[in-house]
């Protein structure tokens, strides 16, 4: 069974930085696609960025140019946060998708403070 767990969530100022990190049980190249998703008190989960077996990365227009994800070579996928807002405070999830199955991590929360 394979297992994503995040960490790196936390309470932040408005301004400032914070590194997810998603790691899971299993080589980070064996997903053909890695995704982080947000759900904030009373809205839908919605996807924040996502990045393919190959690389390619896509974002949602509320983050372009303030978030970055990547991946090490091993089994880890990373989204830097920057210029945080409230906007941004929400629960954090990892989903990583191998053939017909996606999984999900547990989730890591965010809060940014005005």
């Known amino acids: 069974q394979v297992q994503l767990v995040e960490s790196g969530g936390g309470l932040v100022q408005f301004g400032g930085s914070l590194r997810l990190s998603c790691t899971a049980s299993t080589s980070i190249f064996n997903f053909k696609v890695v995704a982080w998703y947000r759900q904030a008190p009373g809205k839908e989960r919605e996807l924040v960025a996502s990045?393919?077996?190959?690389?390619?990365t896509d974002y949602a227009n509320s983050v372009k140019g303030r978030f970055t994800m990547s991946k090490n070579i091993r089994n880890t996928a990373y989204l830097q946060m920057n210029s945080l807002t409230p906007e941004d405070t929400a629960v954090y999830y990892c989903?990583?998708?191998?053939?017909?199955?996606?999984?999900w991590g547990q989730g890591t929360q965010v809060t940014v403070s005005a």
């Open positions: 989903s990583a998708a191998m053939g017909t199955v996606v999984y």
């Open positions: 990045m393919s077996a190959g690389g390619s």
